[in-house]
């Protein structure tokens, strides 16, 4: 078997990143029975401390480590209060997903055993969203200008929407929904009034679905799939969608589960995967042990299966599981006893439990 070590560049952040980073690191130290292949972190700093050092919110030495590892792990970062891009102000998420063409952000969303929810039935569905294009200005520079004000008072913003990069997240959307129980896709669009754009994204998108007759596909305008959401999103299972869209309605499903602070996040690309909570810095509680670090471990076990290392994530998603089904041992924010510390200590000892 192949023993070469997993690297895995381990980036902080800023905020509540420093906690949740080190509960995933104390959890994979306790996974280390069920790894295939030995774990190295390689660790570095964006944001804040990254700034007051080198000048810079994303030294250029954290992109090269990218790069070159195996796996990327990105903490929280706080880039509404970064200076401008000029004065080093870089947002090390958007630079890191263009800088490692990673097109795809997968978000999946289901209700958690015992965990009260805002829906009225169990659901598991899966956001695939496009990840370097659409309305975001820091992804989409048309000639330097994602984003622009040709005289005062007004601001324009261009949307880019490639077929190169819609047969691609259509294939990934559809490469996921084989793997699932029930799999069909549903492509989220706005087509009946930005026919150009969403047009093109549909058009592909059906071309990609007639590769593939065995997995269902249908169509849902995005304000209907935003109501359809809220009334049964039970019935959903893999929604494939641009940029914008797929942010907003992956938050919708993720706070339908539960809330965002129990949501994953994979940005993936052909050559390389980052993984990163759905929620953002959370400045307010950072160092008061009370960040619920559970994004981020979800994260971790989508890494870790993208890598080969399935046992080691089927085994970090039951033992969250188990921690989260009884209120005595989750976190504050869903009701429990619980900070960040003891909560990863409660996991470790379920991993361990289960790794003997």
């Keep these: 078997p192949d023993m070469t070590p997993l690297r895995l560049a381990w980036i902080n952040g800023d905020g509540i990143s420093a906690e949740i980073l080190a509960s995933a690191e104390v959890a994979l130290a306790a996974l280390g029975p069920t790894l295939s292949r030995p774990v190295t972190l390689e660790r570095e700093n964006v944001g804040l401390a990254a700034l007051e050092q080198t000048g810079t919110t994303l030294p250029d030495r954290v992109v090269a480590l990218a ?11 706080s880039h509404n209060v970064y200076p401008a891009v000029e ?67 007004v601001a324009l913003a261009l949307r880019k929407i490639t077929q190169a990069n819609s047969i691609r997240i259509a294939q990934t959307a559809f490469a996921i929904a084989a793997t699932r129980p029930r799999p069909r896709v549903t492509a989220i669009h706005k087509a009946n009034v930005m026919r ?56 919708l499903a993720s706070e339908l589960s539960g809330g965002l602070g129990l949501a994953g996040s994979l940005n993936l690309g052909e050559r390389h995967a980052l993984a990163q909570a759905q929620h953002g810095s959370a400045p307010d509680i950072a160092g008061k042990d009370r960040a619920n670090p559970t994004s981020m471990l979800v994260s971790l076990a989508m890494l870790l299966r993208h890598l080969g290392q399935g046992q080691a994530a089927t085994t970090l998603e039951a033992a969250l599981a188990t921690c989260l089904s009884s209120p005595t041992t989750r976190t504050r924010d869903l009701g429990g006893p619980l900070g960040t510390d003891a909560f990863t200590q409660t996991l470790v000892a379920t991993l361990q439990e289960a790794t003997v």
């Design 196 to 251: 150009l754009t969403d047009g093109l994204f549909l058009d592909t998108v059906r071309e990609v679905a007639r590769a593939h007759p065995d997995i269902a596909y249908d169509e849902m305008l995005v304000d209907a799939a935003a109501a359809h959401l809220v009334r049964a999103p039970d019935q959903c299972d893999v929604l494939v969608t641009t940029n914008m869209f797929g942010d907003i309605l992956s938050d």
């Design 87 to 153: 004065d080093g102000g870089l947002n090390p998420s958007g630079v890191l997903r263009k800088a490692l063409d990673l097109h795809a952000n997968i978000r999946p969303a289901h209700t958690w055993a015992g965990v009260a929810s805002l829906s009225t039935a169990p659901f598991d569905l899966i956001v695939v969203r496009e990840n370097l294009e659409g309305f975001y200005a820091d992804r989409n520079m048309v000639e330097g200008a994602g984003e622009f004000s040709p005289v005062p008072g």
């Design 67 to 77: 790069r070159d590892a195996d796996g990327v792990v990105l903490g929280p970062v």
